[in-house]
Nanobody, 119 residues
Framework: QVQLVESGGGLVQAGGSLRLSCAAS????????MGWYRQAPGKQRELVAS???????NYADSAKGRFIISRDVSKNTVYLQMRRLKPEDTARYYC?????????????WGQGTQVTVSS
């Protein structure tokens, strides 16, 4: 199993930047995919960005050109650099880890970190 702890959220004005961190309790090199999701009040949780163990990245259309997902395997940490934030980016951001072990799939979530963008 792996535990995830997010940090870095906060209140920021539109146009500002934040960097979210997701610290894992064990090495992330063997985790197939790590991703950032977000959930705004009254809305479904949605994928923001993900990164595979091979380093491939995927972004939601809303994140392309503004957000960058990266990882530091030496620190077991995944980051989400967010720039040019908009009020519609306001949500709780969750880190997810998904991996396969002995042909069984696993997924775990962190508790989330709140991002609020004021206009």
């Amino acid at each position: 199993q792996v535990q995830l702890v997010e940090s870095g959220g906060g209140l920021v004005q539109a146009g500002g930047s934040l960097r979210l961190s997701c610290a894992a309790s064990r090495d992330i090199f063997s985790i197939n995919t790590m991703g950032w999701y977000r959930q705004a009040p009254g809305k479904q949780r949605e994928l923001v960005a993900s990164i595979t163990s091979g380093g491939s990245t995927n972004y939601a259309d809303s994140a392309k050109g503004r957000f960058i997902i990266s990882r530091d395997v030496s620190k077991n940490t995944v980051y989400l650099q967010m720039r040019r934030l908009k009020p519609e980016d306001t949500a709780r951001y969750y880190c997810n880890a998904a991996w396969v072990d002995y042909k069984l799939g696993y997924s775990t979530w962190g508790q989330g970190t709140q991002v609020t963008v004021s206009s």
